[in-house]
């Protein structure tokens, strides 16, 4: 493959993204073979998108960095116009970087720059068939992980004909979006750390989505991650299989998949019985009714899973228990009020399966995906095996202290074969 220096490459690429006139957007990503990692205002980043955008103050570079967990937005003014140097400067940092891919979209061409190892690149350009209309407007929302008018939007219903998304499957949409942002950004992190192997075409990455209803999710994670990096995606191979209890579903997704030339498999079964031929790596759990959650976490561990993404529904089981046990002093006071203790109940039961996980060997973040305007079941499970099992010590003490003050028995306790914090074996 033809190359040319890396400075000379990226020299081009900068009067591209300082032409606040015909940038559509740009997205630098991955690292050099060899460098550091790339950073934002100290920050270590993956994957940086920039566009330009209207605000009162005139033309704005919006520059959105993605840490492993979030994504930060900064604006710079733009244009000689104004005298100010901002966008340029953060241009330039940013092309200091040693990010090992830019993908430039004008609105006549696309350019895509890969690093190579001696700091040569490899280039590709290409015009587009027809110049595209640049939208300024100052779009609240992070960047998108799939467009509105995306194929698999359309063949889910999420978005109408002309590939607008609907008013009515907003919240789906969003949801679904900020479900495969975190995958993204947990499945990156996971393959750099070496947590999952890197898959190929012939022994591509098993994900499973438990509960997958409609699969909106299973097709969205399938199409963000298997799209190549230089349109946005993750470029990485997959395969995904769906569980769910019931077989309308089943024949329903499959038909999707069919339609979208998608291959994916739709097993009927419940959570904790469902037969699948290999052990999944990546295990996914979008709003899997109330212990529906504990069954799916439970697979994950059975099965080994090195990453487990999990948003839990309504919470059930501990609020039931809760209302029947003797609250513990002087928690009373909190239990006293039915919102309250159901809110207590939902948090017990998120850091009692958080825990459970890290005894399991598992690292444990808790986190929100959805803002809690949108929805109040917005919290997630990422947990990743690191293999550094808890025999015992505080955690476990802390376990034990938790559900003996409470007097609880949470499910994935019993799942996991533990009661009192104890597991047999262990
Ligand atoms: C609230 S829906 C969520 C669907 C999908 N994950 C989403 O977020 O769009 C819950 C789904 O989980 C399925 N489900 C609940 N409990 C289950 C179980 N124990 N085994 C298999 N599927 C289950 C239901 O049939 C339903 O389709």
């Not at 205002?41 to 033309?59: H, M, Q, T, W």
């Not at 090992?100 to 895509?112: F, M």
């Not at 587009?128 to 992980?145: L, T």
Request: with cysteine; proline share 6%; net charge neutral.
């Amino acid at each position: 493959m033809p190359t040319e220096p890396l400075l000379r490459a990226l020299a081009r690429m900068r009067g591209h993204l300082l032409d606040a006139d015909t940038l559509v957007r740009a997205v630098a990503s991955g690292r050099q073979k060899g460098a550091g990692v790339p950073e934002v205002g100290g920050r270590p980043v993956r994957r940086v998108e920039l566009r330009y955008v209207d605000l009162k103050a005139g033309r704005h570079l919006q520059v959105t960095s993605y840490d492993e967990t979030q994504a930060h937005t900064a604006n710079f003014l733009s244009g000689p116009a104004t005298g100010s140097h901002a966008a340029k400067e953060a241009i330039d940092d940013l092309l200091d970087q040693p990010f090992g891919n830019w993908h430039v979209e004008t609105t006549t061409q696309t350019h895509h720059v890969r690093a190579t190892k001696r700091l040569e690149a490899v280039v590709h350009s290409a015009d587009r068939a027809e110049p595209v209309v640049v939208q300024r407007g100052h779009d609240r929302d992070k960047p998108r992980m799939l467009a509105e008018d995306d194929p698999v939007l359309k063949a889910l219903g999420i978005s109408d004909a002309q590939g607008r998304v609907k008013p009515t499957r907003q919240a789906k949409y969003r949801q679904v979006e900020e479900f495969v942002r975190l995958l993204d950004a947990a499945i990156t992190d996971a393959l750099d750390k070496g947590h999952l192997r890197k898959p190929t075409e012939a022994d591509p990455l098993r994900i499973v989505d438990l509960g997958c209803g409609n699969a909106y999710l299973t097709f969205a994670a399938h199409r963000h991650l298997t799209r190549p990096t230089d349109e946005g995606g993750l470029g990485v191979p997959v395969h995904m299989t769906g569980v769910d209890v019931k077989q309308q579903s089943a024949d329903h997704n499959s038909r999707v998949a069919a339609e979208l030339g998608i291959d994916a498999d739709f097993v009927v079964g419940t959570i904790g019985d469902a037969e699948l031929p290999d052990a999944p790596e990546v295990v996914l759990a979008l709003h899997a009714c109330d212990t529906a959650t504990d069954d799916a976490l439970a697979r994950a561990v059975e099965w080994g899973a090195p990453l487990v993404l999990a948003a839990p529904c309504c919470h059930h089981d501990i609020a039931a228990q809760l209302r029947k046990a003797p609250t513990p002093a002087p928690y009373a006071v909190l239990t006293r009020h039915g919102i309250l203790r159901e809110r207590l109940a939902d948090t017990l039961t998120d850091g009692i399966r958080a825990a459970l996980l890290r005894l399991e060997g598992y690292r444990v973040d808790v986190v929100e995906f959805v803002g809690s305007e949108h929805t109040p079941r917005n919290t997630m499970l990422r947990a990743t095996r690191t293999g550094s099992g808890v025999k015992g010590g505080s955690l476990k003490k802390e376990y034990d202290d938790l559900v003996g003050t409470w007097g609880v028995r949470p499910r994935l306790a019993e799942l996991l074969g533990r009661t009192a914090g104890d597991r047999p074996g262990s």
